[in-house]
């Protein structure tokens, strides 16, 4: 049997070594079009940061360990120029000689990525202005800075010391991963960043009340955040400085643009191979990574993959996967009945110190989907116990389904610790988890790590008990005319406070009944829901019909964005 | 209805707060004997070496807390005197004044914790030997401390600067959580500190093998590890200062004693109302909390809890059961149908910027239930991606159900995101996965964070990989007399090789494969176990009968330890 394997990171790489351990006899050819295969492009934004300081540190695998290791032909610069899906052969151009060879395959396997998107803009190519996908991508824009911060520092006269003559500036179209990874990077190197994004949040698959925080963290730290801005037209300046224009008629100046409106799949192998593309411009498959000729496979970031949670195709690209597919892709090749589950879309992005990461299905695609059957909490608990130094605040929104308690999705955004709670929550939401379950996890603690009822327990203590009517819960969207009862201490309200409120401390309330009407809805606040909650029970209780206001204060102050 | 709890700590807490939050009209007496109610018993190691700086940090709600926001009469220095279960009242003594009452109740929960094991040697009653239990235990350790620090520091004649004249040695008698903490906060003051175990391991919970990294760290980091070693008598010197003296026959100068034995159910209470105690010490109680008399309860440290994994009874004195106890308690008293599913015993130990955790069965629990349906697996990943700055290694071991590949277990070390591994499998075990889930599930993965494939992800791999046959696996125990082949480098051999073993580098192996038996099992070895894999894959698909040696030299290094 003989294999062909196109695309030599992620996927394709995968799929190879797999293929390798499972079938010792067959004969696997793996192509890659760049000079690297199996590099680390999750690491490319770094690398332009000098965080990661050697190149070679990105390349994760050589050619020569897929040859020597894994008996794998593999053949750097080498492009497929056409396939014949019905006679089962490729061309393949050798990019250094220009030698165009025809092979033969049994099994063909395309993991061909996705490519930054470029839009078609009034001087688009002019020089300065990159997409981040390739470890060649990087290194010019390395040199491309190096260049320019060269020029732009000087010597001081007197003391001899090096100083900067004028400070850099960088514009960064689009605020997904790429984009926000390497304005983190740009400004460690000095640069003022502008990040220019189109619609009305950043990062698209949180809900925006929480891509709030992301923005106001990246504010903060010096990428300036303007939303609602479309880039429209690069122009070169005078000085060879470039210029972005934005569709409102804004204008700025930047010594680099870097493009991270997204990615596209590659299409091109599969538009040669005549496999079906989709409507999402993705290559289609089943779940055995199978494309319409079922001779051909396909894995990766080309691939429409089939969201776990909706069932609905979606792109997603990301490195687990598609490494996941590329060894399912093996399994099958070899013999194997093995299934390709779905993508839950469980990610992180880190940045200045923070992180926000997700799982599952967001707020937005409930509603597109015209779904009602879910709830949503926000909670924010320490990081770690509050008694212990250091603790910091996370915010946590968690989606379950009304029904039956069913986690749907989490997102999270903090300083310390998203990433454990995401992951617990990602692996609950795997398994069919609810908030029941939730309620009784066992997780780690000891004061340096967590509190004893970690922030998933509490998520499931919270969810548990609006399920079960115990915490009949309300939203600052709806709280328009509503009667709101606030149960901070004064101290609290003096420093901040909502025009129209009532406030009945909540230790005061059982004596302090008499003032509130029992006609109305009470909306009860505090500052994160907790003390709210203890209040709505006692209102409950005695006959009034109230309501915990979800995250409180602290939720407030992201609406209050919106 | 009136409702009695007795203890105002994790449990007792939790179950007066959330009966409060259930029956606004119950009324709840809740009694403590010390001083403090709801207080950090966690975070008392850290008060006592000042990382926790302040003690009223470690005071979470106060008595007043109780009685201004849950209308629950909160008492402190009071204790329980006399039980007489069959009149429904309890004699209560007021510390402070001396004066007893007796209050009748409807409901009676006790959650008197447990108590230091102070074992009757000669010389225990000695000032300067301390457990850790209480703010006030703390505070006086503190005391002890400031004292003996102030008496062995003295001033430089010539600089006036302070000047330490004596090192000040502590002896910590037991290696548990209180224990190690302890003499970690014990470093951190300048102590000299010895740890005295009785048995071949500190950290009971772990395997052996996984206790020889913690041995290690604490021993690196300046905790002198005495295993097999008990304490058998304290005497006081000449100059006041303790000396330890083992029954094997060694003395441990002293200024200060800790012990951290262990921590016995206290079970006065129980018996008091003649309530059944189990064959492991605790108060008996039924899946609802109930004790035998069914108007009394029972949570926290004080009970035998069911353990999930195996269903026998075990003691677990950890804060998070402790608080669902409490709350399940609550819930049943105010007539809800809850029930506490048992404690699979997740937990975490932080010492010197590293970690240890567990979660569901180890190994030693399997072996004395005679349990054989289990394998366990050894990895070694990095905590996050190695292309990214700053990864360690995790060493993690992995036990799973042979008939069903069902996740059983994990025990993890290191410095950098252990928590959220052992969360990841934690909430796998609870939620019944198996190695095959693990080896689709998503979590979150940027460079700073993980790596494409997580190590829960990793773990399901390599399980999977074992249980389908395509990685027949040995363990160090069983390789006397094997045919061992080492397919790492010459250079990694250069620097450690085990006498006897064949090396044939993994890349080399396709060509020199007659170099190899026929007629014997061949244990594979490499650094980790991963190259060992792909050379056990080219082996079995050349028709030789090979295994991968789980966790390689890596964990060759701790079994040799043992």
Redesign the interface.
């Known amino acids: 049997m003989k294999v062909i394997i196109v695309g030599g990171v992620?996927g394709g790489a995968s799929c190879a070594a797999r293929l390798?351990?499972?079938?010792?006899?067959a004969e696997i050819l793996m192509v890659e079009r760049g000079p690297y295969v199996s590099y680390?492009n999750?690491?490319l934004p770094?690398y332009i940061g000098g965080?990661?300081e050697q190149q070679s540190?990105?390349l994760?695998a050589t050619a020569d360990t897929f040859r020597?290791?894994?008996?794998v032909d593999a053949r750097t610069d080498c492009e497929v120029v056409g396939i014949a899906a019905g006679e089962k052969t490729v061309r393949l151009k050798d990019r250094t000689t220009g030698e165009v060879t025809t092979e033969p395959y049994d099994k063909l396997v395309i993991s061909p990525g996705a490519a930054p998107v470029r839009p078609p803009l009034p001087g688009i190519d002019l020089p300065g202005i990159f997409g981040v996908r390739t470890v060649p991508d990087a290194s010019q824009i390395r040199a491309w800075i190096d260049e320019r911060r060269g020029r732009s520092a000087g010597m001081d006269s007197y003391t001899g010391f090096q100083t900067r003559k004028r400070q850099l500036r960088a514009v960064v179209v689009g605020g997904g991963f790429i984009g926000i990874e390497t304005a983190e990077n740009l400004v460690g190197l000095g640069f003022e960043v502008t990040l220019l994004q189109r619609g009305e949040q950043i990062m698209e698959p949180l809900d925006p009340e929480m891509a709030r925080y992301l923005e106001r963290h990246l504010d903060k730290n010096g990428v300036h955040i303007q939303l609602d801005s479309e880039a429209s037209e690069f122009r070169q300046a005078a000085d060879g400085s470039l210029e972005v224009l934005t569709a409102s008629g804004e204008t700025y100046p930047a010594d680099i643009v870097i493009l991270g409106i997204g990615v596209k799949p590659e299409t091109a192998l599969a538009e040669m191979a005549g496999v079906e593309v989709g409507e999402r411009g993705g290559i289609v498959v089943d779940d055995q990574m199978r494309t319409s000729d079922p001779d051909i496979f396909a894995v990766g970031d080309a691939v429409e993959k089939t969201d776990c949670m909706t069932g609905e195709s979606c792109l997603v690209a990301?490195?687990?996967?598609?490494?996941?597919q590329g060894?399912i892709a093996a399994d099958v090749i070899a013999g194997r009945d093995s299934h390709f589950?779905g993508?839950?879309?469980?990610?992180?992005?880190?940045a200045f110190g923070g992180?926000v990461?997700w799982?599952g299905l967001n707020e937005k695609t409930l509603k597109r989907r015209g779904d009602t059957d879910y709830e949503k909490i926000y909670l924010y608990p320490n990081s770690h116990?509050g008694?212990?130094?250091g603790a910091t605040v996370l915010a946590m929104k968690v989606i379950f389904r009304t029904s039956d308690g069913r986690l749907l999705g989490a997102q999270a955004v903090g300083k310390e610790g998203v990433?454990?709670r995401?992951?617990?929550l990602?692996?609950?939401i795997?398994?069919?988890?609810t908030v029941y379950?939730l309620e009784?996890?066992?997780?780690?603690?000891?004061?340096?790590?967590?509190a004893?009822?970690?922030p998933?327990?509490f998520a499931g203590?919270v969810g548990a008990n609006v399920l079960r009517g115990?915490m009949p819960i309300g939203h600052w969207d709806a709280t328009d005319g509503a009667f709101l009862l606030d149960v901070r201490h004064p101290e609290e309200l003096a420093v901040e406070q909502l025009p129209g409120v009532v406030n009945i401390p909540?230790?005061e309330l059982?004596g302090r009944l008499d003032e509130l009407p029992r006609d109305r809805d009470i909306f009860v606040i505090c500052r994160s829901g907790q003390?709210a909650?203890?209040a709505t029970?006692?209102l409950m209780?005695?006959g009034f019909t109230a309501r915990t206001v979800a995250g409180g204060m602290l939720s407030h102050e992201i609406f209050a964005m919106l």
């Open positions: 992620a390798r351990r499972l079938d010792e006899n680390a999750c690491g770094y965080v990661i540190s990105l994760v020597d290791m894994f008996a990301l490195a687990g996967p598609a490494n996941r060894r589950r993508t839950q879309g469980t990610a992180i992005l880190g992180a990461a799982t116990a008694y212990y130094p990433d454990k995401i992951d617990a990602a692996m609950a795997q398994l069919g988890g379950d009784e996890c066992e997780l780690s603690y000891a004061p340096q790590f967590g004893a009822k970690s998933p327990n203590m115990d909540v230790d059982r003390r909650y203890y029970r006692i209780q005695n």
